[in-house]
């Protein structure tokens, strides 16, 4: 059995849009979980508007909070997948709260010491027809590396339509062959370097 069978995914739809809308975050999603099932690595996906996630940086904010069957999701995972689409140059208020609850696993260690999401790797996803992927990128992947996850080269993936228009991802009639290739790099490193931190952990925390 290779190391990519015993892999799985799990992605975080942070669009604004409820289901069953339209939305050109998923479209992205889908490329990417396309590419991933074809490496043999499965992938659940959740449209986080669609599940009652309490405001907090707690991993269970009580009274129905719904962040803590998503929490159990992407710990059983090895692969997160964190898409958002741009509103007003920066990531989606769901996304940033995604972040915020991710925020209690700071505090959240085994035996040895480690972060639970230790060993474990994060993509990001941006779409949007205006400027800003870059630094929500950044952003994206400074918050996930703080609570313990790790970032393969070519980690990230965005779409930037024509600033000004309605385009969206959506609406194309064929994926741009950047965003193709990006993806193509990307879930390839994923697989790989989540291959590798299942068979090589980190070391027990100094």
Known sequence: MSTSTQLSALALNCTLTPSPGGSSTEAMID???????????????ERVVDLDIRPGVEKDMGDGDEWPAVRERMLAADILVLATPTWMGNMSSVAQRVLERLDAELSETDDEGRMLTFGKVALALVVGNEDGAHKITADLFQGLNDVGFTVPANGGVYWNGEAMTKTDFKDLDETPEAVASTIATMTTNAVHLAGLLRGAPYPPAG
Do not use: F, H, S
Request: aromatic fraction near 0%.
């Open 31 to 45: 490329l990417v979980r396309e590419a991933l099932e074809k490496a043999g690595v499965p992938v659940a996906v």
